[in-house]
């Protein structure tokens, strides 16, 4: 810790920062924890999906205080002023599905409206609308897209570690198959997910949860491959699966071999030396799982974790570090994925398995001296989109999530000041942990979550400039 970082974490320096607007950022609600406040669901003309979901959780939400007159009060000199929930509420879920007229959009700002300054410290705001590839008039697909406007804008005015979501439920779209979507939103789980929009659709193979299923250990009986598993957001993902149930495959390269193995075994897991980068990677994870846990074992998700960074100006950036990166953050899950999707392969992808890449808000929105890592990063978007196209016909998943600025050991080393612009710069007014990365994917890889595919969640607290 250098000098000017020792002072800003005293008294006086903690004041001076208040006074330059670098407040001390709120504490946000993590795990799966629900919040502490009543969850209000505003379900306006044509809605319903939302309702039956909160049910399926065994949630009992409260109707909306609207803004009409019966509820608008004045103060001690007869000012109007704005509407007030009568407590405040942890969450406010309004399912806007039915919504294809602008002047519906009204509905969302009544209840908006109160809950802006009202919400509990990381309350939620999740709302839900219909896709417009949905619907077909001009009318109803503008307004498709004014929500998405709406979601982001009220993720940059809410206050105290809150958040906002914008999901589109996908045409015929049981509750069964938003209950996993909800659940996630509305517990600590999705603390650094802010401002973003994703789709949820119908689960092609119905509901993989089974009537076995544990909410609070969905993995139970489940083996889940962690690629870059030694360290950092890789060592969360293994331990957050764990947690869960999982049996957990951690892989990093040889190197690597003293910290695997102390993941492995504070998981209770295995541990698999190897470099993804090799020709038959794949074959040789399957042969593993295959091994440990038996010839009839069937991976259920993999998660590509694994990935480099070789940071250079484009004038500076020579061809060795441009192949390393796009090998090894790109290249190989495109080999690796065709190979262990061959249902005839023992110890590979199982009937309804889940496949989970990291992409990274540089893949969006570019970032300086990263032109291989974006190119990178961005290709794994791709690639997730093409293989949830391709997997079209078979009850397998492809997703992947896009991390902004997370605090490691990694961006420990980044000089003081440039990380703290890095942390101030999103909705949140700080950086994500390891863990709400790892959360993000156990969501995507839940069984419940079958009715989310091809979808990039990023999980940057709303990056303030290009996420």
Request: glycine content about 12%; charged content about 20%.
């Amino acid at each position: 810790m250098n000098v000017l970082e020792s002072l800003y974490g005293t008294p006086l320096g903690k004041k001076a920062a208040a006074r330059l607007g670098l407040a001390e950022p709120p504490v946000l609600r993590r795990g799966r924890e629900l919040p502490r406040g009543e969850i209000v669901l505003a379900t306006l003309p044509g809605g319903g999906v939302a309702a039956e979901a909160l049910a399926l959780l065994g949630l009992s939400p409260i109707g909306p205080l609207l803004d009409l007159p019966e509820h608008r009060t004045t103060d001690d000199r007869g000012r109007p002023q704005p509407p007030r929930y009568e407590r405040r509420p942890g969450a406010v879920v309004i399912d806007a599905t039915g919504v294809r007229e602008i002047a519906q959009l009204e509905g969302l700002r009544q209840v908006l409206r109160p809950a802006m300054k009202g919400l509990e410290a990381s309350g939620r705001v999740i709302l839900l609308a219909t896709d417009a590839a949905d619907v077909s008039d001009v009318e109803a697909k503008a307004v498709a897209q004014a929500f998405d406007g709406i979601n982001r804008t009220v993720s940059k005015e809410l206050r105290g570690g809150s958040t906002a979501n914008l999901v589109f439920v996908r045409a015929g779209t049981p509750a069964s198959d938003l209950r996993s979507t909800l659940s996630f939103l509305l517990e600590g789980r999705s603390a650094f997910v802010a401002g973003q929009t994703w789709r949820v659709g119908p689960a092609k193979a119905g509901d993989a949860a089974g009537a076995e299923y544990d909410p609070a250990r969905p993995f139970a009986g489940r083996i889940v491959v962690v690629t870059g598993a030694a360290r950092g957001i890789g060592a969360e993902i293994a331990r957050t699966f764990a947690r869960d149930g999982a049996a957990v495959v951690a892989v990093d390269v040889p190197a690597a071999g003293d910290a695997l193995a102390g993941v492995a075994n504070a998981v209770r897991g295995s541990a698999l030396q190897l470099d993804i980068t090799v020709p038959d990677a794949a074959e040789r994870i399957a042969a593993h799982v295959a091994t440990v846990h038996g010839p009839q074992a069937k991976i259920w998700a993999v998660i590509h974790n694994a990935g480099i960074t070789r940071d250079k100006l484009l004038a500076n950036l020579d061809e060795g570090r441009w192949a390393s990166v796009l090998e090894v953050n790109l290249a190989a899950e495109m080999r690796m994925n065709p190979t262990l999707l061959d249902p005839d392969l023992p110890g590979g992808l199982g009937e309804q398995a889940r496949i989970v890449g990291i992409a990274s808000t540089s893949g969006w929105a570019g970032n300086k001296g990263q032109t291989n890592y974006a190119a990178s990063k961005a290709g794994v978007m791709g690639l997730t989109w093409a293989e949830s196209a391709e997997l079209a016909d078979r009850p397998v998943t492809a997703n992947a999530v896009a991390p902004g600025f997370i605090e490691t050991e990694m961006t420990a080393a980044i000089p003081f000041v440039q990380r703290e612009i890095f942390r101030r710069t999103n909705a949140l007014g700080q950086g994500g942990r390891p863990v709400d990365v790892a959360e993000t994917i156990a969501y995507l890889a839940d069984p419940a979550s079958g009715g989310v595919d091809g979808q990039v969640v990023r999980v940057c607290g709303h990056n303030l400039i290009g996420a």
